[in-house]
Every structure is written in structure tokens, then in C-alpha cells.
């Protein structure tokens, strides 16, 4: 399974980003996806993730700011960043946990590449 993110860049304190994930390769189910974060010298941390069924999860920092959604059909995940603050500045991994078929059913999780987020004047 491969995750290609894209959507980030530089961005304004107040301005808004909408990165996306796609998921591709020999899917056969995708369960939770989320996006991570890690600002240089911190650990990554969960942002948010989301179920099949749209369950969503944030952390504190982030909530009524960021929104998680997803298209099951298109095996990809967005997330609606508003309101930026030069804190949310991070390299943001998106992550899924997914079944694959390749003559028997593998579960696993999976990372993308990462997408620099950089709020500043």
C-alpha cells in the first residue's frame, strides 16, 4: 500500500490548509486513517483519525480548528486545517491501517511521506 499526501505548504497565522491522502495498491479494506505530526525536536503525535463509519478522534490542541473527513470510494483522507497557529508547524504523516490481498489477507499499517505545514508571518 502506498499513501501519497500532499496539500501542504506556508501559510499566514488565521490561514487554512486542506491536505489529502490517497491510498493506493492492493487494497482490499482500509480500516482508520489518521494524520500525525512532528515538529522538529518533538515526538510525532496523533492529530486526528477517523473510522470507516466517519468515528472521529483530535487531540486537544485542535479541536474546533481541524476536521477529519474521508472518501471511502476514493481510499483517501483530508484534513481541514483553519484558523492556523505558528505552533501547528510540523512535517504532518498521514497513516492508515489496512487489509491487503495478495493470496491470503495481510493487515498492517502504513505510512505516507509527509507534508510540511508551516505557519509564519
Known amino acids: 500500500v502506498q499513501l501519497q499526501a500532499s496539500g501542504g505548504g506556508l501559510v499566514q497565522p488565521g490561514g487554512s490548509l486542506r491536505p489529502s491522502c490517497a491510498a493506493s495498491?492492493?487494497?482490499?479494506?482500509?480500516?482508520?486513517m489518521g494524520w500525525y505530526r512532528q515538529a522538529p525536536g518533538k515526538q510525532r503525535e496523533l492529530v486526528a483519525d477517523?473510522?470507516?463509519?466517519?468515528?472521529?478522534n483530535y487531540v486537544d490542541s485542535v479541536k474546533g480548528r481541524f476536521t477529519i473527513s474521508r472518501d471511502n470510494a476514493k481510499n483517501t483522507a483530508y484534513l481541514q486545517m483553519n484558523s492556523l497557529r505558528p505552533e501547528d508547524t510540523a512535517v504532518y504523516y498521514c497513516?492508515?491501517?489496512?487489509?491487503?490481498?495478495?493470496?491470503?489477507?495481510?493487515?498492517?499499517?502504513?505510512w505516507g511521506q509527509g507534508t510540511q505545514v508551516t505557519v509564519s508571518s
Open positions: 497513516n492508515a491501517h489496512a487489509i491487503t490481498y495478495k493470496g491470503g489477507y495481510y493487515a498492517d499499517s502504513y
Open positions: 495498491g492492493s487494497i482490499f479494506s482500509i480500516n482508520v
Open positions: 477517523i473510522s470507516p463509519g466517519g468515528h472521529t
